[in-house]
């Protein structure tokens, strides 16, 4: 099990990882274009989730931003566009706990 944890800016990356494990296009499409809506969608072999966390910025302003998550029992794939501090404080927090399957990642990313 490996787990990407890929950031904004990191679409080389993506775009390789895509073509290893076969990501449908359009779900990549859709990292790579941020503002999408809400989804969870099955590809073949994985799920494709995007997720809409919310922050609050220093002038108080919301802002929301898109989570892509790809999962299968081989791989996890995350790419963070929302530049939300407690989404990347959770993902570290999850990177460094040793023995986690990726479901239960997925699980613990969804329930924050």
Not at 24 to 36: A, F, N, S, T
Not at 70 to 84: K, N, Q, R, V
């Amino acid at each position: 099990m490996a787990w990407h944890a890929l950031d904004e800016g990191e679409e080389a990356r993506l775009q390789s990882l895509a073509q290893e494990v076969q990501l449908h296009p359009l779900h990549v499409e859709d990292c790579l274009h941020g503002g999408q809506n809400a989804k969870l969608e099955e590809g073949t072999g994985y799920v494709f989730a995007i997720l809409k966390p919310v922050h609050i910025e220093e002038d108080g302003a919301l802002s929301i931003g898109d989570f892509d998550i790809f999962l299968s029992p081989d791989f996890l794939i995350t790419y963070e566009e929302a530049g939300c501090a407690a989404l990347q404080d959770l993902v570290a927090k999850l990177r460094a706990e040793a023995g986690l399957s990726n479901g239960q990642i997925f699980h613990r990313l969804f329930d924050g």
